[in-house]
């Protein structure tokens, strides 16, 4: 047999009753953030905090029309709205227990009895027609038992909706990665066919004066696998441009137009420095930056979706233990109609011809094997598990912003010192085929300079990538902006 409230319990229930319809659920207080009160700072200057949507951040109108045609177009999207609604229909039958149910009919029916059954010994006949209004079934809600569960399924929808703009938000930043890292690879391709370029007209160099036995046939070896390393870069970049442009149709859900998509600058590639400047022209950026300023409370990330998500389903298990202790309770139902009868229609409406009934009816729970305190254990549970979720919510969302802060930190300091070294390189691949030309060095040193100044631009292409990607990655983990309170 299960085991009763204690009698104090019941003693301030049935007080309260008598003053009213009484909620069982506990008092939602929100959980302190077991993370530092102040968000880290990024040591570079703060910028303007943005609440204004996504078209406000982003700066570049190609990109900016891509992701329209995503938030119309993604598959991920359409299903999380799809969501929305589902969890408003849900709140919609929930909160319909609130009311009672009023339904209205008519009828009529004839029968016959035989003779042998009948009084008289003669059959007789009998001819009945209604009309009313009948309530059924309605909940008298003494202990708050539907509206904890009208509470739980409205905070299911809230917990949807939030989960459908984190949804967005991650789409609209994911789009923007991807066009910023084929606007990268681009640029890399382009790189590299200048490159492969650069390399063949050496290459007929070396050769010509490889046949008037200016050269060795080991400088003509070593310039044939520079081309051949070139030729692989290349096409293993022009692979990696094709597989770029299928991941941003999948993510837009369509192939976006070509007008749309990022195209990197033009240059000669006749000279080592017109390489270079298809490599370090500085790309504009596509999007603000939002680095909050230093000393900003952690409070912030309660706006980030996910945290808000996390929160609300808190909060309908908070309101699920109400209803899992309403069940240790009496439910008293409504059962009810009023309305006219009579053996004759014309006489339905006529003077005396009213019928009503009343019936209520009372459930007490006596024995159920452990069932409802079996089910207010296991809401107990959910709620604790809802809470440990919530702050998990929490922790991942300080610890990227963190994150974030912590990489946007020292990408200027990374950025400078690539630049540098990408001059450094430079110089050594000019003054090393100077001196090859003269006779005073060998083209291994040619070949050396020239590695050592190719993956200098590609490292710098990659470290303008990052800063890129940065900003979009702290317009994400701050919930699409922030706004101090």
Not at 17 to 44: I, K
Not at 46 to 53: I, Q, R, V
Request: hydrophobic fraction near 45%; glycine fraction near 6%; charge should be neutral.
């Amino acid at each position: 047999m299960q085991r009763a409230l204690p009698l104090r319990s019941l003693t301030l229930v049935a007080a309260a009753v008598l003053a009213g319809c009484v909620n069982l659920a506990p008092d939602y207080q929100a959980p302190a953030l077991p993370v530092p009160q102040t968000l880290p700072s990024a040591n570079v200057e703060a910028a303007t905090p943005l609440d204004a949507g996504w078209r406000d951040f982003f700066v570049e109108p190609k990109l900016r029309a891509v992701i329209e045609l995503a938030l119309a177009n993604n598959r991920d999207l359409r299903v999380a709205a799809l969501n929305i609604e589902r969890a408003r229909a849900q709140y919609g039958i929930a909160r319909a227990g609130l009311f009672p149910t009023i339904d209205a009919g008519a009828g009529g029916s004839r029968s016959r009895t035989p003779g042998s059954l009948s009084t008289g010994g003669e059959p007789r006949y009998a001819t009945q027609y209604s009309a009313d209004l009948g309530l059924t079934s309605y909940e008298i809600d003494l202990f708050g038992r539907v509206r904890n569960l009208s509470e739980a399924a409205l905070q299911s929808f809230f917990q949807t909706e939030a989960t459908q703009r984190g949804t967005q938000i991650s789409l609209v930043a994911s789009v923007a990665t991807a066009w910023l890292q084929l606007a990268a690879d681009e640029q890399r391709l382009q790189l590299a066919r200048h490159t492969l370029e650069s390399q063949r007209r050496s290459f007929d160099l070396i050769q010509r004066g490889h046949g008037l036995g200016a050269q060795s046939g080991l400088a003509l070896a070593q310039a044939q696998s520079t081309v051949d390393a070139a030729r692989a870069d290349a096409a293993a970049f022009d692979s990696q441009v094709e597989q770029d442009r299928n991941a941003l149709a999948l993510l837009v859900g369509a192939t976006p137009p070509a007008e749309l998509l990022p195209t990197p600058a033009a240059t000669d590639p006749g000279t080592a420095t017109a390489t270079a400047s298809a490599a370090t022209a500085e790309p504009a950026p596509a999007a603000r930056l939002l680095v909050p300023p230093a000393g900003l409370p952690s409070s912030v990330l309660q706006q980030r979706p996910d945290v808000l998500a996390a929160e609300h389903a808190l909060r309908a298990s908070n309101a699920d233990i109400g209803a899992a202790r309403a069940a240790f309770f009496p439910r008293i139902a409504l059962t009810a109609s009023a309305g006219t009868a009579s053996s004759t229609l014309s006489g339905l409406f006529a003077s005396g011809s009213s019928a009503w009934s009343f019936a209520p009816s009372i459930s007490v729970p006596i024995f159920d094997g452990g069932a409802n305190r079996a089910n207010l254990r296991v809401a107990e549970a959910q709620q604790k598990i809802q809470l440990a979720s919530y702050e998990k919510t929490v922790q991942t969302a300080f610890r990227e912003v963190a994150d974030a802060l912590a990489e946007r930190r020292t990408l200027a300091e990374r950025l400078d010192a690539q630049r540098s070294l990408l001059d450094a390189t430079s110089r050594s691949f000019s003054l090393s085929q100077s001196l090859f030309r003269s006779g005073a060095s060998s083209y291994l040193d040619v070949l050396d300079a020239q590695r050592a100044y190719y993956a200098a631009q590609q490292t710098l292409i990659g470290l303008q990538l990052t800063e890129q990607t940065n900003r979009l990655t702290i317009y994400k983990v701050l919930g699409g902006g922030w706004k101090e309170s």
